[in-house]
């Protein structure tokens, strides 16, 4: 049954609510005002003619001083599932600050982004690459920077601690990696392509990712050092992009920290 505009209008204050307790309470801890105006928003729900809505009244008196945040939350989940939101990983409470600066000089490791479509994908690869920390990331063709909102809010403020380039030249990218010394390393399903998890050269790399349908130019692939395939066992044969990104990543740090 659909959602009433009344029905609506109520959910999504009780899911602001929900929210502004979630981040500004503790274990145990809830802004009495704030929780008590909850609670009767709740209630007020089992006036709806929505069956869906109107079941939601009686989670009001599981909502207690003494719960903890974790079973705070729980119940906020029915909610989200009506109104059709879906959390997004910046949504998610940070319960550690984040380092005042690198534990580490940054690792002989760059990522090369070439017409990556998703905006998404592009920030999601920049918070990867701050967390191993990666040198640097170089946007091609058509791949969106970090000034453009969607990638600004997934990448988490990591495009601030991380040098970034625009070549719009995919292939004078490489050129130029190649002569500051970078072995060129496509993550690409091709024919030739050697596993990922076998030896990596110990030298700086490059990882190159191209479009998320269609992959790198053919001549491109002739001017790369090797092609890497992560191995998979099920019926799909390929990853998303920021995923690849952060496998790749991660294992060539663990090889490269065992040298």
Request: net charge negative; glycine share 4%; aromatic share 10%.
């Amino acid at each position: 049954m659909a959602l009433s505009a009344q029905d609506k209008k109520s959910l999504e204050e009780i899911h602001r609510l929900f929210l502004a307790l979630e981040k500004s309470s503790g274990d145990f801890s809830f802004d009495p005002t704030t929780l008590a105006e909850l609670k009767n928003k709740i209630s007020e729900l089992k006036f709806s003619e929505n069956p869906d809505v109107s079941r939601l009244a009686d989670l009001q008196k599981h909502l207690v001083d003494e719960m903890t945040l974790k079973h705070f939350v729980s119940y906020i989940i029915p909610f989200e599932r009506l109104l059709h939101k879906n959390l997004q990983d910046d949504d998610f409470l940070v319960l550690e600050n984040d380092k005042s600066e690198s534990t580490s000089e940054p690792l002989p490791l760059v990522f090369v982004l070439d017409n990556i479509r998703s905006a998404f994908n592009v920030g999601s690869i920049f918070r990867t690459a701050e967390c191993l920390g990666a040198q640097k990331i170089y946007l091609c063709g058509y791949t969106p920077n970090p000034k453009q909102w969607k990638v600004e809010k997934t990448a988490m403020g990591t495009q601030e601690y991380l040098a970034w380039e625009e070549s719009p030249k995919l292939l004078e990218c490489l050129e130029e990696l190649k002569d500051e010394g970078y072995r060129i390393v496509a993550l690409e399903t091709a024919a030739s392509a050697v596993d990922l998890f076998e030896s990596f050269e110990a030298e700086p790399t490059a990882f190159v990712l191209g479009n998320e349908r269609f992959g790198l130019d053919p001549e491109i692939l002739k001017v790369i050092d090797e092609v890497r395939i992560i191995p998979l066992r099920g019926r799909k044969n390929s990853l998303n992009v920021g995923v690849t990104a952060a496998i790749a990543g991660f294992e060539w740090m663990r090889q490269w920290r065992s040298k």
